[in-house]
């Protein structure tokens, strides 16, 4: 699939400002969270393991920290990309807005939940489709509950 070049332009619009705002966020050699006593104390425990590595241990633990915040901004970027690329967008199904669904695809969504996360089943795009659209247009409707879709399209 080629990219056009609004997809091009706004995918590198995402991936710049990730980068600009991490660059700025880098810590400086000697910086230390001042509200991770803990880590620094649990990082104690690895003093002899860390001592190769030739750092020092709240340089690590602002090192750590930067790497998480990297981690959510990628997670925000892949997910924005996402929708650039599919059209979609972020959509809650929740308060005004809840999804009416038929009571039998209520339950096989809900035992579709629980099978995939007891690793009962693995995940199945055709199946799971089969289970949740096959249902009787005659029976009762009921409020989903209240989820968020992260690429939800129209």
Request: net charge negative; hydrophobic share 40%; proline share 3%.
């Amino acid at each position: 699939m080629a990219l056009i070049q609004d997809q091009q332009n706004r995918i590198s619009e995402v991936v710049k400002d990730i980068l600009l705002r991490r660059i700025d966020n880098f810590p400086e050699l000697g910086a230390q969270i001042r509200n991770a006593p803990f880590h620094a104390a649990f990082l104690e425990c690895f003093k002899e393991k860390i001592a190769p590595l030739k750092v020092e241990i709240p340089y690590l633990v602002a090192i750590a920290s930067w790497l998480h915040g990297l981690n959510t901004s990628l997670g925000t970027g892949f997910e924005n990309i996402s929708h650039i690329l599919s059209g979609g967008y972020k959509r809650n199904f929740t308060g005004a807005y809840k999804l009416s669904v038929k009571t039998a695809q209520a339950s096989n969504i809900e035992s579709i939940i629980r099978d995939l996360k007891s690793v009962i089943c693995s995940p199945n795009l055709a199946r799971e489709n089969n289970l949740i659209f096959d249902y009787i247009e005659s029976d009762r409707a009921v409020d989903s509950l209240e989820f968020t879709v992260d690429n939800y399209i129209d």
